[in-house]
């Protein structure tokens, strides 16, 4: 089983760990891709610098929070209720370093713009066009509007993971509920949505199992774990 998620590897790894999971794992919408024994990374697809400078631009101007990501760190301009909150939930460090723009040196793995669900529909209704080609743009969950390099996507991160382990898309179910889920379920044979995932990802399943709630995708594994025996 390969994890594919949005989240940093440092706060991915431990749960791997937990669950006794070894193969690559998928990370950062799919900019990465990382040996969870190891904790080499196997590929980092950074956004260049000039364009995340002008993201960082773009979503502070709009006034919301940015996290920035370097080296698997989390960085911020300062320690915002939003930055408290995100930390919180990943359970992360914060490394505030004033000006993002005059600190950031290196290209970024990722950004993230945090605030209002609402809001930031609107903002990646503004920013999405205007970074066609540039930058990925993609809501992970209502109140993350996420920023990758433009080569990025969960589809592309596992195709990464399948050339490297020898399967196929024809060999995988796919399972996922957010937006940034799109381009993993086009890239699987086989596209599993929870029920109350985005709609766009409802219209891409072939299945759809019993909602996060309900642990529909505790219940799908469990289904085929019974039917190997």
């Not at 998620?5 to 998928?26: E, N």
């Not at 992970?140 to 080569?151: G, K, M, R, V, W």
């Not at 596992?158 to 889920?181: M, S, W, Y």
Request: hydrophobic residues 45%.
């Amino acid at each position: 089983m390969i994890v594919v998620t949005g989240r940093m590897f440092r706060s991915t790894r431990p749960y791997l760990t937990q669950a006794g999971l070894d193969d690559p794992v998928v990370c950062y919408q799919g900019a990465v891709v990382a040996d969870p024994v190891s904790g080499t990374w196997l590929r980092h697809v950074p956004i260049p610098r000039v364009d995340a400078l002008d993201a960082i631009d773009a979503i502070a101007r709009a006034g919301f929070h940015v996290n920035c990501y370097v080296d698997d760190e989390l960085y911020v301009a300062e320690t915002t209720p939003e930055a408290i909150a995100y930390a919180g939930y990943q359970h992360l460090d914060i490394n505030e370093v004033g000006d993002l723009r005059e600190w950031l040196t290196a290209d970024p793995t990722k950004l993230v713009a945090v605030g209002d669900p609402r809001a930031l529909d609107e903002l990646e209704a503004v920013l999405k066009p205007r970074y066609r080609g540039r930058l990925f743009v993609s809501k992970s969950l209502p109140h993350f509007l996420e920023f990758a390099h433009p080569d990025v996507s969960k589809g592309s991160g596992l195709q990464f993971a399948a050339d490297r382990l020898g399967f196929t898309a024809a060999q995988t179910v796919a399972a996922g509920d957010g937006e940034n889920d799109r381009e993993l379920l086009d890239w699987a044979g086989y596209g599993v949505a929870v029920a109350n995932a985005h709609d766009d990802i409802l219209a891409r399943a072939d299945l759809v199992v019993p909602s996060v709630d309900e642990e529909g995708i505790a219940q799908l594994l469990e289904a085929f774990v019974d039917s190997l025996r």
